[in-house]
């Protein structure tokens, strides 16, 4: 099963920062990579799909980047809003799998 | 707009068996791949199965081959996941997603709100 590692697993950081969270992959995934943002009691939401495509209706502060082994999720000025947790996830072969999440504060 | 709802979650003893349901709703449910991801309290996600869009091909996560069967009836927009032999650490909230493409793998776009099912004597 292809591994996905995520840094940091959490980070503390103020309105305004720009935050850049880090997911790698065991094996090279090509783009086939996708970040959600799951904040507590709810069901994750999709943010980027494609390692880079924003999903419908997210603000364009959030941005993705990378392919092969090595991806990003920036958030490019952190709002109060963006406090949850983030995963990426794999969806270039079974079984899927979930990055371990990186938890975000607002300072 | 796109709904999926889930059902079936509750407390149940090791070992025995529960049958979790998620309706779909507002789109054409019978052209995609469906998965199953579960959360333990406090942990991540895990992926569980996936079965595609015809129910001709179905993949599960290692921790539940051979107990968790994943099926689908298009006739009644209802995707289903048959646990049996629980375990305490299948103690998880289960969600439904849906794939967001009809062709190959992608991300999941719409996801239901999750029923929890407990695992405990």
């Known amino acids: 099963a292809i591994q996905l590692t995520q840094s940091p697993s959490s980070l503390s950081a103020s309105v305004g920062d720009r935050v850049t969270i880090t997911c790698r992959a065991s094996q090279g995934i090509s783009s086939a990579l996708a970040w959600y943002q799951q904040k507590p009691g709810k069901a994750p939401k999709l943010l980027i799909y494609?390692?880079?495509s924003l999903e419908s209706g997210v603000p364009s502060r959030f941005s993705g980047s990378g392919s092969g082994t090595d991806f990003t999720l920036t958030i490019s000025s952190l709002q109060p809003e963006d406090s949850a947790t983030y995963y990426c996830?794999?969806?270039?072969?079974?079984?899927?799998?979930f990055g371990g999440g990186t938890k975000v504060e607002i300072k | 707009q796109v709904q999926l709802v889930e059902s079936g979650g509750g407390v149940v003893q090791p070992g025995g068996s529960l049958r979790l349901s998620c309706a779909a709703s507002?789109?054409?449910?019978?052209?995609?791949?469906m998965h199953w991801v579960r959360q333990a309290p406090g942990k991540g996600l895990e992926w569980v199965a996936f079965?595609?869009?015809?129910?001709?091909?179905?993949y599960y996560a290692d921790s539940v081959k051979g107990r968790f069967t994943i099926s689908r009836d298009n006739s009644k927009n209802t995707l289903y996941l048959q646990m049996n032999s629980l375990r305490v650490e299948d103690t998880a909230v289960y969600y439904c997603?849906?794939?967001?493409?009809?062709?190959?793998?992608?991300?999941?776009?719409?996801w239901g709100q999750g029923t929890l099912v407990t695992v405990s004597s």
């Open positions: 996830q794999q969806f270039k072969s079974y079984p899927l799998t």
């Open positions: 494609d390692a880079s």
């Open positions: 507002g789109f054409t449910f019978s052209s995609y791949g």
């Open positions: 997603a849906k794939y967001m493409r009809t062709t190959g793998t992608s991300g999941f776009d719409y």
């Open positions: 079965i595609r869009y015809d129910g001709s091909n179905k």
